[in-house]
């Protein structure tokens, strides 16, 4: 059987109130909050993020074979993005990375052409949205991504959710668009969109469901998303399933997050869903796109490592709005009157890859001194060229000190500088990043997260920071 073996999603930690861009802006903001990717994450880190709570305490026997990454907003161009959340995750050199980037549609696509694969493929779906200020796209967007892998079951890595079909109805139309250079998408009239989709998703779900030989009301789960929302709500009331099979949109609490929104709003649904449900998800992105998917027994007990309920319940609310925008690049304030930072070089980067991307440190044979970075020589014995590299991404840690530093620059300022120890052995100086600085305490457990440090001659900085420990959160089922 061939299906999802593991999933993941990932949700930043600071929140927007559409209040505050009202209150800023004037006219109407709208109820809830947004998610918002810190200054120091884009859409590779929140990939990277993804995809490490998806792959959580599995084998590397079974792990993916093949990185697909989909987003609209990619950290580069004519560079792969994919290389660096294969680099973040320790993968081997073998497993092919590749983008699949510049429209929400890709992101289905991807999970079709993994779903096709003969061995596990890790899809990493991430997307960052914004728009003018003021606009509906800055309003209703939301920052995020979700991470699926997908494969044959094993034994030892049984399938979740098993893909039963997939049917898609595609049209060339001109509904929304950005050329290169541009910073933000252009809508066409919203009755003209409506006119369109509906009637693409009317007949892809009718295909899917003719395939799987259901009808509408023995649909338990039914996700329905694209960022047109007017025919998105149109066909969910014309769909003809249960009321309460209609999976919430996470609107108010997440905003649409584009190309990850699918796979975000089915890791929230498997986070909860009972097995031998079926779940049908029905993307409106360019056409129409339908996969239905069965869940097994191996569900409940093979969740994600972290719900994506306990993610929007740990967020924060308190984001200034001219915080949003400076984030964003919309609004220029001046700069510290500081030396600007360097670029790191390409050659050390490339010879320190196990380090700066996997935060590889090393294990003397000899008496067991921890290092970070990796060291040739043992600082406690002495001995050289007796080290075993050990990836430390993944152990918790807990703050040995830490200083609130008020004049070091940052655009989240005050800068919290922490000293952590690493368990089972090791001490790390860092950042510490996702946190209220006045709450911050020795003792207190941190997690290790990937980020974009700075970003200087168009080169983008990837490293490592710490952050309080995330809940799993409750995994009740869905079903009585």
């Not at 929007?312 to 510290?336: K, S």
């Not at 952590?420 to 990043?433: A, M, P």
Request: some cysteine.
């Amino acid at each position: 059987m061939s299906g999802l073996l593991a999933y993941g999603a990932y949700l930043p930690y600071h929140r927007l109130q559409r209040k505050a861009v009202a209150a800023a802006l004037g006219g109407r903001g709208g109820s809830g909050v947004r998610t918002v990717a810190s200054f120091d994450e884009d859409t590779t880190s929140l990939g990277v993020e993804a995809a490490r709570i998806a792959l959580r305490g599995r084998a590397a026997a079974s792990g993916p074979r093949q990185v697909y990454f989909a987003t609209t907003a990619p950290g580069y161009l004519d560079k792969t993005n994919a290389t660096a959340i294969h680099a973040a995750l320790g993968l081997d050199e073998s497993v092919l990375a590749v983008d699949m980037v510049g429209s929400v549609r890709s992101g289905v696509g991807a999970l079709l052409a993994a779903s096709a694969a003969t061995e596990p493929t890790l899809v990493v779906l991430s997307d960052i949205r914004t728009g003018l200020p003021g606009g509906a796209d800055e309003r209703d967007g939301g920052d995020g991504a979700a991470a699926l892998l997908v494969g044959p079951g094993t034994p030892d890595a049984p399938v979740l959710a098993e893909i039963l079909a997939n049917a898609s109805a595609t049209e060339e139309f001109l509904d929304r668009w950005r050329v290169p250079g541009d910073d933000h998408s252009r809508v066409w009239e919203e009755r003209f969109g409506e006119s369109v989709y509906v009637p693409l998703a009317d007949r892809a779900f009718a295909d899917l469901l003719k395939q799987v030989d259901l009808t509408p009301d023995q649909v338990d789960h039914l996700i329905v998303t694209g960022l047109h929302a007017r025919s998105v709500a149109s066909f969910t009331r014309r769909a003809g399933v249960r009321p309460d099979a209609v999976v919430d949109g996470l609107a108010k609490t997440v905003g649409n997050t584009g190309t990850a929104h699918a796979g975000l709003l089915l890791a929230d649904t498997l986070d909860r869903a009972g097995a031998g449900k079926t779940i049908v998800v029905v993307v409106l992105a360019d056409g129409v796109t339908a996969v239905a998917l069965r869940t097994t027994e191996a569900l409940p007990e093979h969740r994600a490592a972290v719900s994506v309920a306990a993610q929007i319940a740990g967020g924060r609310d308190t984001l200034r709005y001219a915080d949003f925008l400076n984030w964003r690049g919309r609004l220029v304030t001046e700069p510290p009157r500081r030396p600007d930072p360097d670029a790191y070089a390409a050659p050390p980067a490339g010879r320190n890859a196990d380090w700066k991307y996997g935060f590889t440190g090393s294990r003397c044979d000899e008496c067991g001194t921890r290092h970070l970075p990796p060291a040739r020589v043992c600082r406690a014995c002495g001995v050289v060229d007796h080290m075993t590299p050990q990836r430390l991404a993944d152990i918790h840690g807990t703050v040995a000190t830490f200083t609130i530093d008020r004049l070091a620059f940052t655009p989240s300022p005050p800068l919290v500088a922490v000293v952590i120890d690493i368990d089972g052995g090791g001490r790390f100086k860092c950042e510490l990043t996702d946190v209220d600085p006045d709450s911050v305490a020795i003792g207190d457990r941190v997690e290790m997260t990937f980020r974009k440090v700075n970003t200087a001659r168009g080169i983008h900085n990837y490293f490592w920071k710490a952050r309080p420990v995330r809940a799993a959160g409750s995994t009740e089922g869905l079903e009585a």
